[in-house]
Structure formats: C-alpha cells, structure tokens
C-alpha cells in the first residue's frame, strides 16, 4: 500500500506541477486575450498564437502522465489479461473469469480495472474471505462486472462509501456507467457495475 500511495502523491504532483500550473496560466492570459478583442489583431493573434501551443502543451504533458498512469499489460493485452496478472498476486485467492469480454475505449477499460482493484483490495483488507471470484461479461450493449467474495460483509448503504467506494461510483458515472454494492453482514458482498459499450453483443 505504501507504494501505492508514493505512486498516487507522485501523480498529485505532477498534475500539480504540470497540466494544472499551465492550465492557471492559460486561463490568465485568455482573460487578456479578451481584453485586446477589437483592440489590437496583431497583438490579439500573437497572443492566441502563444495560447494554443501552451494549450497543446498542456495535453501533451497529461497524454504522458495518462501513459505513466495506464498499465502497459492492460494496454497491450486487454481487461482478462491484465486483471489475471493482479490476481496471481492477490493475498486472497482470487479467480478470473472473462472469457466473454474484447477490447474496449481505454477509458472503459482503465474504469473496469481500477474498480476491480479497489474491490479486491477492500476484499483483502476488510472482508476476511476465503476467496474472491471477478466475472466480466458482455450484455445489452454492456461491459459488466462483478468482484465477489464469501467474507463477513458490511453495511452496504450508500452513506458508508469511503473514498474507495465513492472513487468507483464517481468514475463510473463519469463514463455513463454505474455500481452496485450488495452486502449483508455475514453473507459475503458482491461489488459490481456496468459500463455502455455500445452495440448489442
Ligand atoms: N468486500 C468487503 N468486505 C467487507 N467490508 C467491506 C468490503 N468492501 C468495503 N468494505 C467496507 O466499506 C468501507 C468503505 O470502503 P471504501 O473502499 O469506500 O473505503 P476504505 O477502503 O475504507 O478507504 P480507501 O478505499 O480510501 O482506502 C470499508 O472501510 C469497509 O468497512
Ligand atoms: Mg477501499
């Protein structure tokens, strides 16, 4: 966990640092920009020049923290690959089943994953399970998937998300999708969700 938590202050940093001081800045001078419509063209469009190569910048310098960020193996090999990688290293046995599933929008992938890692986690740190079971498949024009284990559950009301929890809902809705927490104490939970994919597989 510690050095996951290095990696996500490295991040913070270099968003910090990064896109979000660039992002200040252009948003600075596009207030200027404003002020000299009408005024000055020449000025106006040197100004707008500079603007977009600071804006292209920007993107550049979020496209190669997003590369940083993204799993090479689920980049190269897909959803199925890259989460049975992260299983064989699981504390609590843990099975993947997602022969159904292709490849998909990286954003949708990298949502998939992420979630699941979380659920995994949470299932390792709270759940006291004996076993984890992850199913991905595809239906009505949905990725879905389902993080599942036989532990002592917990309260699953909406209102005890932690940032965990909150994190996935927050992602997945973020890209149309949804998450479902269904736990009793004492039966086990199951954590799942789905994601438009369009078409009708
Ligand atoms: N599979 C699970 N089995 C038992 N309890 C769980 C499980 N998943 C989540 N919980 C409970 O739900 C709470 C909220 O989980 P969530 O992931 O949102 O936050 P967290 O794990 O406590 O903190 P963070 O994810 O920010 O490290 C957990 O503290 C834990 O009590
Ligand atoms: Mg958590």
């Known amino acids: 966990m510690a050095a996951q938590d290095d990696e996500r ?26 002020q000299l419509v009408g005024k000055d063209a ?40 890259a989460l049975e990688s992260q299983a064989r290293k699981a504390a609590v046995p843990t099975t993947i089943e997602a022969g159904g599933v292709g490849r998909y929008p990286q954003d949708v992938e990298s949502t998939i994953y992420f979630c699941t890692l979380e659920a995994l986690n949470n299932v390792a740190k709270y759940a006291e399970a004996s076993r984890a079971i992850v199913r991905l498949w595809q239906r009505d024009g949905h990725v879905e998937f389902a993080v599942d284990d036989d532990g002592r559950g917990f309260d699953a009301d909406a209102a005890s998300y932690g ?3 909150q994190g996935m809902a927050d992602r997945l809705d973020a890209i149309g999708g949804e998450l479902l927490v269904e736990s009793h ?15 009708t597989g």
């Open 185 to 199: 104490p004492g039966t086990g939970s199951t954590v799942s969700g789905r994601v438009p994919v369009g078409g």
């Open 42 to 81: 020449e000025k106006e469009r040197e100004l707008l020049a500079r603007l977009g190569s600071q804006a292209s910048a920007a993107l550049e310098d979020l496209r190669s923290l997003a590369r940083g960020i993204y799993p090479p193996l689920l980049a190269d090999k897909g959803l199925a690959a």
């Open 9 to 34: 202050r490295k991040i913070e940093r270099d968003l910090h640092d990064g896109a979000q001081q660039q992002l200040v800045a252009l948003s600075v001078q596009l207030k200027l920009a404003e």
């Open 163 to 165: 940032t965990g929890l």
